[in-house]
């Protein structure tokens, strides 16, 4: 699969709230406690004792597995991606 966001592309990304829905295959800027600042594509949601779980994954081969990624905490959300603005 082609990634939708080429390399050296600029994003905008909004505060997402708690309260809006997530879906999956939207795309959202996270905060990953190893892996640091990252784009990735919202795969699944599930839930536990403490609220949701998301799960994310890559769109290009060489993109972090989402076991490696692991599952991910709201407050580790840094925005929806919105707008993905391609070099020209």
């Not at 996270?30 to 004792?49: A, F, Q, W």
């Not at 949701?52 to 925005?79: D, M």
Request: hydrophobic letters at 45%; aromatic letters at 10%; a positive charge.
């Amino acid at each position: 699969m082609l990634p939708r966001i080429a390399p050296d592309a600029f994003i905008i990304a909004l505060k997402w709230p708690r309260w809006l829905p997530k879906r999956p295959g939207q795309l959202y800027y996270v905060n990953h406690p190893r892996y640091g600042r990252m784009v990735k594509t919202l795969d699944k949601i599930e839930t536990d004792s403490s609220g949701e779980l998301l799960w994310f994954r890559g769109e290009s081969a060489q993109s972090v597995s989402p076991a490696a990624i692991g599952a991910l905490r709201h407050r580790q959300l840094i925005g929806r991606v919105i707008w993905v603005i391609s070099p020209v």
